[in-house]
């Protein structure tokens, strides 16, 4: 005879993938906020002309290019996967919702930065 086991497991993956692009942004912030916002030595700022970025508009630039699109690209997934799971009852997952929320205020931020700084 064999027994059948049943497995009570339950969906971790978005949530992983979530905390994972939190401390992403938490590992972000920590070199943005650390970083001198001027180059050693009276090298010239900014790009071209053999100038170079400064270490904290470095650290923007990558979070541009890399981090943001990223971001919005699991917040898309994970949010989909979040709202069909909530809607057909399955109401475990709210950790992944509050930190889906977060990481969304956290992207809405940085937006409105963006574009407060580019008028």
């Known amino acids: 005879m ?3 086991m049943q497995a009570s497991r339950r969906p971790r ?4 993938v979530l905390v994972c ?5 938490v590992a972000w912030a ?3 906020f650390l970083a001198p916002d001027s180059n050693a030595n009276g090298q010239c700022e900014g790009l071209g002309f053999g100038c170079t970025l400064t270490p904290r508009d470095l650290a923007t ?3 541009t290019i890399a981090l943001g699109p990223m971001t919005g690209l699991v917040l898309l997934v994970t949010g989909a996967v979040r709202i ?3 809607s057909a009852g399955s ?3 709210i950790w992944d919702v509050i930190v889906w929320s977060l990481l969304s205020l956290a ?3 940085v937006a409105a930065g963006t574009l407060a700084g580019a008028f």
């Open 2 to 4: 064999s027994t059948h």
């Open 13 to 16: 993956g978005s949530l992983i």
């Open 21 to 25: 692009l939190a401390l992403l942004w």
């Open 30 to 32: 920590a070199w943005y």
């Open 61 to 63: 630039f990558a979070g």
């Open 84 to 86: 069909v799971r909530v």
């Open 91 to 93: 109401w475990r997952t």
């Open 107 to 109: 992207v809405a931020a």
